[in-house]
Antibody, heavy 117, light 110 residues
Framework: QVHLVQSGAEVKEPGSSVKISCKAS????????MQWVRQGPGQSLEWMGWINGGTGEVRYSENFQVRVTFTTDTFANTGYMELSHLTSEDTAVYFCAKTRGNFFDFWGQGTPVIVSS | QTVVTQEPSFSVSPGGTVTLTCGLDSGSVSTSHMPSWYQQTQGQAPRILIY???LRFSGVPDRFSGSILGDKAALTITGAQADDESDYHC??????????FGGGTKVTVL
């Protein structure tokens, strides 16, 4: 049974960084890409990019390329998403998801991030 | 920047049929975009319904179906039920390991 369990809610000040974790279980972590998606308040989903669980290869959306870093800890079957230089527009729920082919079959529960002074 | 278009909202009667669409601001959606559809209930994570245009994910009721209609991808709910009231998001594969989501459609069942 596949599970993706994310770290808890965060409150950050503008200009700071946030790092979210996503612990995977129930599938071979190294064999699949982990996607990151966010959803602002009342907004739709926004694709941020992915990281391969085994090789560490990454692909970032152009919208986040300069501010986001994906990493993994293969021993802990955990992926991480770090977003820097936060502004109020980064207030959102951040999701990790497992890739299968060209779609995302299992999702984490989401991590709310509030950026406020 | 690629914009994927969806209707903002739809209303359907219980037992009725509704078809949501997913288009591109420039060009047509085809099977090469591998359209997928996700259902999201308030406060929950998205859940995959349809992938690769018309394939139903395991456990998804057969009242959900996917297709290409004209130049758009489509999700049809046949025999809508109260618990189908959700947001529905389409996602397109743009090549080069890049994906884009649509704006989402809010479906009300009443």
């Amino acid at each position: 049974q596949v599970h993706l369990v994310q770290s808890g809610a965060e409150v950050k000040e503008p200009g700071s960084s946030v790092k979210i974790s996503c612990k995977a279980s129930g599938y071979p972590f190294s064999a699949y890409d982990m996607q990151w998606v966010r959803q602002g308040p009342g907004q739709s989903l926004e694709w941020m990019g992915w990281i391969n669980g085994g090789t560490g290869e990454v692909r970032y959306s152009e919208n986040f390329q300069v501010r986001v870093t994906f990493t993994t800890d293969t021993f802990a079957n955990t992926g991480y998403m770090e977003l820097s230089h936060l502004t109020s527009e980064d207030t959102a729920v951040y999701f990790c998801a497992k890739t299968r082919g060209n779609f995302f079959d299992f999702w984490g529960q989401g991590t709310p991030v509030i950026v406020s002074s | 920047q690629t914009v994927v278009t969806q209707e903002p909202s739809f209303s359907v009667s219980p037992g009725g049929t509704v078809t949501l669409t997913c288009g591109l601001d420039s060009g047509s959606v085809s099977t090469s975009h591998m359209p997928s559809w996700y259902q999201q209930t308030q406060g929950q994570a998205p859940r995959i319904l349809i992938y690769n245009t018309d394939l139903r994910f395991s456990g998804v009721p057969d009242r959900f179906s996917g297709s290409i209609l004209g130049d758009k991808a489509a999700l049809t709910i046949t025999g809508a039920q109260a618990d189908d009231e959700s947001d529905y998001h389409c996602m397109l594969y743009m090549g080069s390991a890049v994906w884009v989501f649509g704006g989402g459609t809010k479906v009300t069942v009443l």
